[in-house]
Structure formats: structure tokens, C-alpha cells
């Protein structure tokens, strides 16, 4: 496949990239600070043309800002420019933040839910919420376990829905490689369209 892969330079981008890479597909990699295509998601409906899926790993600003207004803009231009671009597959790095604990509560509303990515969590929950109307994009919305970070690739790992997914000691936690497997996995199979899952151990 020829993919469409915004955010390549993160950390999850890069990881994304040589997965889809190793497994054959062509990947077009865009990042704002110009690796290798320069650009960002409000280039969606030029960038993806010719395409056969996007992939968007961006995440909400750092910078000390709101990240919700700017972050709802992205998503939203994302999905018009993807709409624009004729593509209709969409994959979103989503967060770990709107994920249940319980019926009636999401992590993000925890009082255990660390205050420096609360912002970010949140901003990520709203984005989560601009996908469910959509029904004229093939989209999948992928959040994490509660803790990513680099590590090995097993290729092993389990899918939930909308509840957290922990181990057997209480872990949520996937490696960066492995999340990387079910983006690649979920490209490949389109086993959830218009579903937001979750991977983890």
C-alpha cells in the first residue's frame, strides 16, 4: 500500500514508518519540521492524493498553550482533507486518557491520572469524539495502553474497545514497536472500521 503517515518524526511515528516499511508498504512521511515531506494535517486533501490510507500520529502541542482548540482544528481539518483527497482509509495514534475504568469513568478522570498529561489526555478524548459521526471515511481511532514508551517488538499484543486493558499485576502497557504492529496489522486487515480499539499487553 502507498501510506500517508503525518507526525512521522515522533516517537510513534518512527516506529510506524519502519514497520509499515519492513512489511513492504510505501510510506510517505510528513512532519512540520520537513522529514521528509514538509508539511502538516491541514495539507491532508493535497498530500493524500494518490494515496491508499493515512495514518496520523500526531500528537497535541506542548508548548504551554490549550491544546484543545488547535488539536480539534487539526483533526477536523484532517478528516475534511481526507474526505477532499478521495482516501477513505484513516487511521488515528489516538490516546489512553478516554479509555473506561469503569462504566462510568474514564482514565483521564482518575484521581491517579498524572496532571501533566491531563491536558493532552483531554484534548485527545474530544478529538476521539469528531470520528464517531463519521460514516463516509473507513476511519479507526487506536488508543494505547496507559503507558507506551520504545522498547521490544514481541508482536504480541492483545485489542479491547473502549475499556482499559490491564495485566496481570494491574499494567497497561505496550511497547512503542508493538503499537507500531497494530497500526501495521489493523492497515492490512481492516479488521475495525469506524471502531476506536485499544492494544496493550
Do not use: C
Request: aromatic share 6%; proline share 5%.
Amino acid at each position: 500500500m502507498k501510506i500517508l503517515l503525518f507526525g512521522a518524526t515522533g516517537m510513534i511515528g518512527q516506529r510506524i514508518a519502519a514497520e509499515l516499511t519492513n512489511r513492504g508498504h510505501e510510506v510517505t512521511g510528513v512532519s512540520r519540521s520537513g522529514g521528509p515531506v514538509k508539511g502538516d494535517v491541514h495539507d491532508a486533501a493535497t498530500l493524500a492524493k494518490g494515496h491508499d490510507a493515512v495514518v496520523s500520529a500526531i500528537s497535541p502541542p506542548r508548548d504551554g498553550t490549550e491544546p484543545e482548540g488547535p488539536f480539534l482544528d487539526a483533526y477536523r481539518a484532517l478528516i475534511e482533507g481526507v474526505r477532499e483527497s478521495g482516501v477513505r482509509r484513516l487511521i488515528a495514534v489516538g490516546g489512553a486518557g478516554s479509555l473506561k475504568v469503569t462504566p462510568d469513568l474514564d482514565l483521564v478522570d482518575t484521581p491517579e491520572f498524572p496532571d501533566i498529561y491531563k491536558k493532552e489526555a483531554l484534548a485527545q478524548r474530544s478529538a476521539l469524539g469528531l470520528f464517531f459521526p463519521v460514516e463516509d471515511l473507513d476511519w479507526t481511532y487506536i488508543s494505547p495502553a496507559a503507558e507506551i514508551a520504545p522498547g521490544e517488538r514481541t508482536g504480541v499484543y492483545r485489542i479491547g474497545h473502549d475499556y482499559l486493558l490491564t495485566d496481570a499485576v494491574g499494567r497497561s502497557f505496550i511497547s512503542a514497536e508493538d503499537y507500531a504492529v497494530a497500526i501495521a496489522d489493523e492497515l492490512e486487515n481492516g479488521a475495525h472500521l469506524r471502531q476506536r480499539i485499544t492494544v496493550a499487553y
